[in-house]
């Protein structure tokens, strides 16, 4: 099992990035999907997560700002990231775990988020 994460880069304050996490090897439904980053010099940090029936949740700092979202017949786990601040800057990570009918989990391999002038 592989996750795949695009759509990093460097973007100005205010302005929206998406990042896309493509899962190569197996079907995403069962599994409840995050993204994760890690600031430089900070630990790392749950952003977003989404359960297999896409009930969504969000950390404060990002709420009605980030949206998580799902495609299960395509194993697509996207993050849109708008009105980005330059706190956001960190590497994204994509994450899904299970726990039934075993425990699992999968990391992506990380993606660059820099918000600058």
């Known amino acids: 099992v592989q996750l795949v994460e695009s759509g990093g880069g460097l973007v100005q304050p205010g302005g929206s990035l998406r990042l896309s996490c493509t899962a190569v090897?197996?079907?995403?439904?069962?599994?409840?999907s995050s993204w994760y980053r890690r600031a430089p010099g900070m630990q790392r940090e749950l952003v977003a997560s989404?359960?297999?029936?896409?009930?969504?949740d969000y950390a404060d700092s990002v709420k009605g700002r980030f949206t998580i979202s799902r495609d299960n017949v395509k194993s697509i786990i996207d993050l849109q990231l708008n009105n980005l601040k330059p706190e956001d800057t960190a590497v994204y990570y994509c994450?899904?775990?299970?726990?039934?009918?075993?425990?699992?989990?999968?990391w992506g391999q990380g993606t660059q988020v820099t918000v600058s002038s």
């Open positions: 090897g197996t079907d995403l439904t069962p599994y409840t």
């Open positions: 989404i359960t297999n029936d896409k009930q969504a």
């Open positions: 994450h899904v775990y299970r726990t039934s009918p075993y425990v699992d989990e999968y």
